[in-house]
């Protein structure tokens, strides 16, 4: 059996077919088979005991999902089978999108990755929610500088400011069943990098509504970018 757009092989183990394993979930899945050169001959692995233990946790605790992970064997040789299914929902590896297009792997991004997670959630990118970030965590001199600006330019009260902060965020659009969305991470949090690889802070052109005062001030983007139009 030839590699294929849903068939990978590999020779031995790497934590970075992470990302493969990702690219299919995101696509129509596969299969990577560890174990095997790229002619399809097996030339077998080692530690085929740890490894069936190690690889579904790896898989567990950096994609979110479960794969069935089988040991097969052939003239002595022992070979995995790491299976996964497409996934409905889009899967991320250290907060990257990767995707299986053809027999290559390719990491969205920009117009691409907006695109994709729109297809997936019928959610926009910036607004999918974030785990293990909380209001608190938040950078309070950032809220003090958007309460600052937005009461000076007169986009809002003081009595609409006069709130707790996740009260703001509420009002704002920002949260989504108490959870933060990542646009109020980029805005609020001290690392933005966490929901936007390689983030940076950056000017943007201020059109409306209340929180894009705050872009202008502290709009973080990826590396990719030159300019957020609001």
Request: aromatic share 10%; proline share 2%; charged share 25%.
């Amino acid at each position: 059996m030839a590699e294929s757009q849903n068939i990978e092989y590999k020779e031995s183990w790497r934590d970075e077919y992470l990302k493969w394993l990702c690219g299919f979930a995101n696509a129509q899945g596969g299969t990577i088979y560890i174990g095997i050169d790229d002619a399809g001959n097996v030339v077998g692995v080692k530690d085929v005991k740890k490894l069936m233990e190690d690889i579904p946790n790896k898989i567990q605790s950096g994609l979110g999902i479960v794969a069935d992970v089988n040991k097969h064997t052939k003239d002595g040789k022992d070979y995995l089978e790491i299976k996964v299914d497409p996934s409905s929902f889009p899967i991320s590896y250290h907060g990257e999108f990767h995707y299986r297009s053809g027999a290559t792997k390719q990491q969205l991004t920009g117009i691409a990755l907006t695109e994709f997670i729109t297809k997936k959630t019928g959610v926009r990118w910036e607004d999918v929610t974030v785990d293990g970030i909380t209001v608190d965590d938040l950078d309070a001199e950032s809220f003090k500088i958007f309460r600052r600006e937005a009461l000076y330019s007169k986009r809002m009260t003081e009595a609409e400011l006069n709130i707790s902060n996740e009260e703001l965020l509420s009002k704002l659009k920002l949260l989504s069943n108490g959870k933060l969305k990542r646009s109020a991470v980029l805005l609020f949090y001290g690392d933005p990098s966490i929901v936007q690889v390689g983030s940076f802070v950056k000017s943007a052109n201020l059109r409306t509504g209340p929180w894009s005062i705050m872009m202008i001030l502290k709009v973080r983007l990826s590396l990719r970018q030159t300019r957020l139009w609001i």
